[in-house]
Nanobody, 123 residues
Framework: VQLQASGGGLVQAGGSLRLSCAASTRASSNNAMGWFRQAPGKEREFVASISWAGVSTSYADSVKGRFTISRDNIKNTVDLQMNSLTPEDTAVYYC?????????????????WGQGTLVTVSS
């Protein structure tokens, strides 16, 4: 399985970006998917996840109410809509495919990772 993330870029604080992750196979529709991020000098952290059917979602407290994760199992994509961005959201964002159908917050629950897309939020 290959994951290709896109949509990153430079945005001003308060702005919005939409990240997208395309999976190379329909096998991804049976598994949960998630987004993680890694800021400069920090460890990679959980951002959001979504179950295989898109019914269950989970968010990090730092993004709850601002970010929305969604998926399209026909197109094999998972998106992350990011609103009200702040400089603290600056990071490389990674999409990941979970080992099971249920969403999780731990990196060990994910088997495949995309290459990452850089999001830079200026103040």
């Amino acid at each position: 399985v290959q994951l290709q993330a896109s949509g990153g870029g430079l945005v001003q604080a308060g702005g919005s970006l939409r990240l997208s992750c395309a999976a190379s196979t329909r096998a991804s529709s049976n598994n949960a998917m998630g987004w993680f991020r890694q800021a400069p000098g920090k460890e990679r952290e959980f951002v959001a996840s979504i179950s295989w059917a898109g019914v269950s979602t989970s968010y990090a407290d730092s993004v709850k109410g601002r970010f929305t994760i969604s998926r399209d199992n026909i197109k094999n994509t998972v998106d992350l809509q990011m609103n009200s961005l702040t400089p603290e959201d600056t990071a490389v964002y990674y999409c990941a495919l979970a080992r099971s159908s249920y969403s999780g917050r731990h990196q060990s629950q994910y088997a495949y990772w995309g290459q990452g897309t850089l999001v830079t939020v200026s103040s």
